[in-house]
Protein backbone atom coordinates (compact mmCIF):
# COMPACT_ATOMS: atom_id res chain seq x y z
CA UNK A 1 0.00 0.00 0.00
CA UNK A 2 1.30 3.30 -0.75
CA UNK A 3 0.44 6.41 1.19
CA UNK A 4 -0.15 9.36 -0.79
CA UNK A 5 -0.75 11.49 2.46
CA UNK A 6 2.62 11.70 3.74
CA UNK A 7 6.44 11.09 1.58
CA UNK A 8 8.90 12.25 4.16
CA UNK A 9 12.22 11.13 3.93
CA UNK A 10 11.63 9.70 0.19
CA UNK A 11 13.53 11.75 -2.43
CA UNK A 12 12.12 12.46 -6.04
CA UNK A 13 14.05 13.77 -9.13
CA UNK A 14 11.97 15.79 -11.98
CA UNK A 15 13.37 16.79 -15.45
CA UNK A 16 12.11 19.83 -16.78
CA UNK A 17 10.26 20.79 -13.63
CA UNK A 18 9.47 24.13 -15.10
CA UNK A 19 7.42 23.24 -17.59
CA UNK A 20 3.64 23.09 -16.87
CA UNK A 21 2.52 19.87 -16.02
CA UNK A 22 5.92 19.48 -13.90
CA UNK A 23 5.70 22.61 -11.68
CA UNK A 24 2.15 21.21 -10.52
CA UNK A 25 3.59 18.24 -9.60
CA UNK A 26 6.30 19.48 -7.74
CA UNK A 27 3.93 21.81 -5.78
CA UNK A 28 1.95 18.58 -5.31
CA UNK A 29 5.16 16.65 -3.73
CA UNK A 30 6.12 19.54 -1.99
CA UNK A 31 2.76 19.74 0.16
CA UNK A 32 3.08 15.79 0.50
CA UNK A 33 6.87 16.15 2.48
CA UNK A 34 8.87 15.09 -0.26
CA UNK A 35 12.71 15.98 -1.16
CA UNK A 36 13.34 17.18 -4.45
CA UNK A 37 16.02 16.82 -7.30
CA UNK A 38 15.19 19.35 -9.78
CA UNK A 39 16.80 18.46 -13.02
CA UNK A 40 16.61 21.72 -15.36
CA UNK A 41 18.76 24.23 -17.77
CA UNK A 42 17.46 27.49 -16.76
CA UNK A 43 18.65 28.74 -13.47
CA UNK A 44 16.73 31.34 -12.80
CA UNK A 45 13.36 29.57 -13.43
CA UNK A 46 14.58 26.96 -11.04
CA UNK A 47 15.36 29.30 -8.52
CA UNK A 48 12.41 30.95 -8.68
CA UNK A 49 10.52 27.52 -8.31
CA UNK A 50 12.73 26.30 -5.21
CA UNK A 51 11.61 29.65 -3.48
CA UNK A 52 8.27 28.54 -4.21
CA UNK A 53 8.41 25.53 -3.22
CA UNK A 54 9.97 26.35 0.19
CA UNK A 55 7.69 29.13 0.87
CA UNK A 56 4.82 26.05 0.12
CA UNK A 57 6.59 23.29 2.45
CA UNK A 58 9.73 25.29 4.28
CA UNK A 59 10.61 21.41 6.00
CA UNK A 60 11.97 20.02 2.48
CA UNK A 61 14.97 19.43 0.75
CA UNK A 62 15.32 21.01 -2.67
CA UNK A 63 18.86 20.35 -4.49
CA UNK A 64 19.20 21.91 -8.28
CA UNK A 65 21.46 20.07 -11.06
Given amino acids: ???WQ????KT???TGSTGDLAN???KILAN?????ILLNRNKEK???QIN???HINP???IEFI
Fill in 1 to 3: NFN
Fill in 6 to 9: DLKG
Fill in 12 to 14: IAI
Fill in 24 to 26: ELV
Fill in 32 to 36: LNANL
Fill in 46 to 48: TQN
Fill in 52 to 54: ELL
Fill in 59 to 61: NIK
